[in-house]
């Protein structure tokens, strides 16, 4: 397996841990989940710089590592429903059609029919992660005792439900938008796709 492969995995051996440390009734693990949320974001920036510098480049990594990034900010959104910080609609929203979309492209990557991200895409994947550490880094400071005292009102007010809302919308309304405009802009490359997985299906 290739370094960006391995770094890859190690992602998603990641979010189970993330996940669990961030919903765990303690709060050192509490605290602990944002690193391991950090590490695991440095994951996807550093494997793709090793497989663009050393050339390693494969089927199988188109294919893991979007789906590696798409697993961990969606395990950071449901969490974020349990924390009672975020919508569960909004929340599922983003998660089935990012999960939805990045296997759409990952058959057509498949089949040799690649789709180039497109820009507003690459920006609403920029603007989650952006949400998402602002979210985990202001919980991470309410839940501890020496910074949360000093600066409560701050923090009681960038967590805030109003802002929160906001900021979710923002982020819904822009998947929701990219998912729409992906299959509209790919329509005649996902028929030619379903067809090739049905002739493949009935010659079995």
Request: aromatic share 14%.
């Amino acid at each position: 397996m290739s370094p960006p492969n391995q770094l890859t995995f190690v992602r998603i051996l990641l979010t189970p841990v993330f996940l669990a440390f961030l919903l765990v009734n303690h709060r050192t693990y509490n605290q602990l989940a944002l690193p391991v949320f950090i590490v695991a974001s440095l994951t996807d920036w550093y494997d793709g710089w090793v497989a663009r510098k050393w050339g390693y480049v494969s089927r199988w990594g188109k294919f893991l590592d979007p789906l590696a990034d798409k697993i961990l900010t969606s395990a950071a959104f449901i969490s974020f429903i349990y924390l009672d910080l975020a919508s569960a609609w909004m929340v599922w929203i983003i998660v089935v059609r990012d999960i939805l979309i990045t296997l759409l492209r990952s058959l057509a990557e498949y089949k040799d029919r690649p789709v180039v991200t497109s820009g507003p895409a690459k920006t609403k994947t920029f603007i989650q992660f952006v949400v998402v550490f602002y979210v985990l880094i202001l919980y991470t400071l309410r839940i501890t005792p020496s910074i949360y005292q000093e600066y409560k009102s701050a923090v009681d007010f960038l967590l805030s439900q109003n802002l929160l809302f906001a900021l979710m919308l923002v982020v819904t309304t822009l998947t929701a938008w990219t998912g729409i405009a992906y299959l509209i802009d790919n329509r005649k490359t996902l028929v030619e796709l379903y067809a090739s997985v049905v002739r493949a299906t009935q010659s079995q």
